[in-house]
């Protein structure tokens, strides 16, 4: 968590985002005048009902989705350019591992894709299986690992190329409960270790709050930003943070941000 990191030039800035989907049914107004930056080394998390535009905000900043107005920039690049020169790993919902492929060789895809030389891309992938506490399990395929453990893979597979930039779209939102405060715990581990900037989208009060540098509590469609909530936690967060006062007082005010941005006349 660097505290500096707000006197730069931030690697994300959202201006007067937009984005209007064209269907069937006519036009979704999804992501309405969306002004964020989020600076080198910030962990970001996203929160709010569903349907209020996080993940589309999130897949906007990954190319995946194109804005309808306004603009966002990563790393002074467009996101397409972003994506083109690999500025960030993006992991799923899902964990979307191949069940014909080894870990390994899950980890190893986008390293295959971009060219890496065989020596590095088997190097890099023991480094990430590493870092997420999976050397051992390369030759295991996805079928022989928990849910929790794919989804570490997952993660690794997207920290493989070594990208600044970490985008998560709920990654550990069907885990059970016991699991997902272990993965929040390595994740936490894993951020002071890469010092990555992460942008991560999630429906959870508590696990919004136990990660985040800041929170962005987004309204119901179209999805605007209705708070943005500092979490000065400090570095350390044990799971027993959760139960003082200061960790409680941020879930309160994330709380009453969701409540008060259902407070719209649906249109």
């Not at 959202?14 to 309405?32: C, E, I, N, Y």
Request: with cysteine.
């Amino acid at each position: 968590m660097n505290s500096e990191s707000k006197n730069r030039v931030p690697v994300i800035s959202a201006k007067s985002v937009d984005l209007t989907f064209q269907t069937g049914d006519g036009p979704v107004h999804a992501l309405s005048d969306i002004n964020l930056d989020i600076f080198k080394g910030e962990f970001v998390s996203f929160i709010g009902p569903s349907g209020c535009g996080k993940t589309t905000f999130l897949r906007t900043i990954a190319a995946l989705e194109e804005p309808t107005g306004g603009s966002i920039m990563v790393n002074g690049m467009t996101p397409d350019e972003a994506r083109k020169a690999r500025a960030y790993g993006y992991v799923f919902q899902a964990a979307g591992l191949y069940p014909w492929r080894t870990i390994a060789g899950n980890v190893k895809l986008p390293l295959e894709i971009m060219g890496y030389p065989k020596a590095e891309q088997d190097s890099r992938v023991e480094k990430v299986l590493e870092m997420v506490d999976l050397s051992g399990f390369g030759q295991k395929y996805p079928w022989q690992l928990s849910g929790g453990m794919q989804q570490r893979a997952s993660i690794a597979r997207a920290l493989s190329f070594d990208a600044d930039i970490l985008l998560m779209d709920e990654p550990f939102g069907a885990l059970d409960e016991i699991v997902r405060d272990h993965l929040n715990e390595q994740l936490l581990e894993l951020w002071a270790r890469t010092e990555k900037t992460i942008g991560f989208v999630t429906h959870s009060i508590p696990e919004a709050v136990f990660l985040s540098t800041r929170i962005v509590v987004m309204s119901p469609r179209p999805g605007r930003i209705h708070d943005v909530i500092d979490c000065d936690l400090g570095p350390d967060r044990p799971l027993d943070i959760r139960e003082t006062p200061e960790f409680l007082a941020i879930a309160h005010r994330v709380r009453e941000g969701l409540r008060a941005g259902h407070s719209y006349e649906d249109v």
